[in-house]
């Protein structure tokens, strides 16, 4: 049975659910017997141990240990229910967990608009999840679910339990996370990192900066070159032609099919071949990338 990754997350954490209750032992040697690897140094709980041990496991054998545990894996079903569970994610598009305080949830949302403009889905707590959701699972689901965590260091960060946790979960995957100062200074693991400066700019101006770091960051390159050309391609207008060859031009992996979709794009779309030098940097680009 072949799982979107959408419902990997859900038979990972149900799986987590179904087991975390059991002593240790048990949890051993059901893992054992289904093919997972178990280490005897762990320092977590049993849920977080669950989850780690399983996460990197083959579409099957996380089937055939579902079923095991009684749990309900139609492929139907799975996918409505991520699909109910995880509707602020938009397909195609880099996925972008925003930790920020309850109290500015205003600027993350306002933030959130403007990396939607760039092909990046958002996720703000405070206003994507539904009431009646548990809250704290739709906060993990989206957690190891995002490409990139997004910190709005304002002052008091560093005082709120949940945001710490949430930049350490990301760092613990290993997905980069970039932080943005709003009046405080970034803390702990990721003050080694560069910030970017968001004090005095608008939440549109924070989420260019966001947008072009990410196409440069070499975990991201992949994913943001498909975003770029996309975005490109569906250019409406002049002067957004003109914007997006620009981003295009920043692009450090290239897929075959991307100077293909440029050259159709050249003789489809009016706003890209009637846009002043366009033409000419696709052709540069082409040749660039023969």
Not at 106 to 129: C, K
Not at 188 to 200: E, I, T, W, Y
């Amino acid at each position: 049975m072949k799982l979107t990754k959408s419902q990997r997350v859900k038979v990972i954490r149900d799986t987590a659910k179904h087991l975390e209750g059991e002593d240790w032992t048990t949890i051993d040697l059901t893992l054992k017997q289904f093919g997972f690897p178990i280490s005897d140094q762990w320092s977590g709980d049993t849920k977080s141990y669950i989850i780690k041990m399983v996460e990197d496991a083959k579409d099957d054998e996380l089937v055939e240990l579902g079923q095991h545990l009684g749990m309900q894996l139609d492929g139907q079903d799975i996918a409505a229910a991520a699909e109910r569970e995880m509707p602020y994610w938009q397909d195609g598009q880099l996925r972008v967990f925003i930790s920020h305080l309850t109290g500015e949830r205003e600027v993350a949302a306002n933030v959130q608009t403007g990396l939607r403009r760039y092909g990046l889905s958002g996720f703000v707590a405070h206003n994507d999840i539904n009431p009646t959701a548990e809250w704290q699972t739709e906060i993990e689901t989206a957690l190891a679910t995002c490409d990139l965590l997004v910190a709005l260091i304002h002052p008091d960060f560093v005082q709120s339990k949940w945001c710490d946790q949430e930049v350490g979960y990301a760092l613990g995957r290993g997905i980069p996370v970039f932080t943005v100062r709003c009046g405080s200074d970034p803390h702990g693991f990721v003050s080694r990192f560069q910030a970017f400066n968001g004090n005095g700019k608008t939440p549109t101006q924070i989420a260019k900066e966001l947008f072009e770091a990410a196409i440069d960051h070499k975990k991201l390159q992949e994913k943001m070159a498909d975003i770029v050309i996309d975005l490109f391609v569906n250019s409406n207008s002049f002067a957004t032609a003109k914007d997006r060859i620009g981003h295009v031009e920043r692009l450090k992996t290239w897929d075959k099919s991307y100077s293909r979709r440029l050259m159709r794009a050249l003789k489809t779309n009016g706003q890209i071949s009637g846009s002043y030098g366009v033409p000419a940097q696709i052709d540069a680009l082409v040749k660039q990338w023969k």
